[in-house]
């Protein structure tokens, strides 16, 4: 069974930069598409993007300025980097493998809490 | 972009009760819409996939319908553990959006 695990400071200062990475267990990160999706507290999902073991990648429009994905296959890790963080920004975020030939978000991390406050 | 509007909002119901989620998308998107389960401190959980295709280890009593821009999320014999927040999400486009989630009580 696929398992991801996010990890990264829940604490960020305005303007400063948010750096998250996914870690993948029970499973190649290779071949597959890795999604990145966050929800504001007591709100909805927002979609940010996903990337690629290859490293392509497809940015939510709305954050594609500030945003950054990358791939370590060596570690079976994905990352993201957010820079210029707001409180707007403030959310649990999650990381998602997308099924295979479908692109659905299937497995999905337990999520971490990341604040943007000074 | 977009945009799934959800309703209700907000639906408190007794066990055993019939819900139905409809999910309404601002544009067509063929089937390519999903539905989640969310509960309390949870990551959201895959029920259906392309409207109607119940996704494995899924309870039969979950069931989706729809195509285009009208879709639904139909439970029946609703469980006390059914107590959770649906929401809809869409790949027809990018980029991919999800509705505002509606509220399932347990009486």
């Known amino acids: 069974q696929v398992q991801l695990q996010e990890s990264g400071p829940g604490l960020v200062k305005p303007s400063e930069t948010l750096s998250l990475t996914c870690t993948v267990s029970?499973?190649?990160?290779?071949?597959?598409?890795w999604n990145w999706i966050r929800q504001p507290p007591g709100r909805g999902l927002e979609w940010i993007g996903y990337?690629?073991?290859?490293?392509?990648?497809n940015y939510n429009p709305s954050l594609k300025s500030r945003l950054t994905m990358s791939v370590d296959t060596s570690k079976n890790q994905f990352s993201l980097k957010l820079t210029s963080v707001t409180a707007a920004d403030t959310a649990v975020y999650y990381c998602?493998?997308?099924?295979?030939?479908?692109?659905?978000?299937?497995?999905w991390g337990q999520g971490t809490l990341v604040s943007v406050s000074s | 972009e977009i945009v799934l509007t959800q309703s209700p909002d907000f639906q408190s119901v007794t066990p055993k009760e019939k819900v139905t989620i409809t999910c309404r998308a601002s544009?067509?998107?063929?089937?390519?819409l999903h539905w989640y389960q969310q509960k309390p401190d949870q990551s959201p959980k895959l029920l259906i996939k392309?409207?109607?295709q119940s996704f494995s280890g899924v309870p039969s009593r979950f069931s989706g319908s729809g195509s285009g821009t009208d879709f639904t999320l139909t439970i029946n014999d609703l469980e006390v553990e059914d107590a959770a927040t649906y929401f809809c999400?869409?790949?027809?486009?990018?980029?991919?959006?999800f509705g505002q989630g509606t509220r399932v009580e347990i009486k």
């Open positions: 998602a493998r997308l099924r295979l030939g479908e692109m659905i978000p299937e497995y």
């Open positions: 029970g499973g190649s990160i290779i071949n597959y598409y």
């Open positions: 990337i690629y073991s290859s490293g392509n990648s």
């Open positions: 544009r067509g998107i063929a089937s390519s």
């Open positions: 392309f409207a109607s």
């Open positions: 999400h869409q790949t027809d486009s990018f980029p991919w959006t």
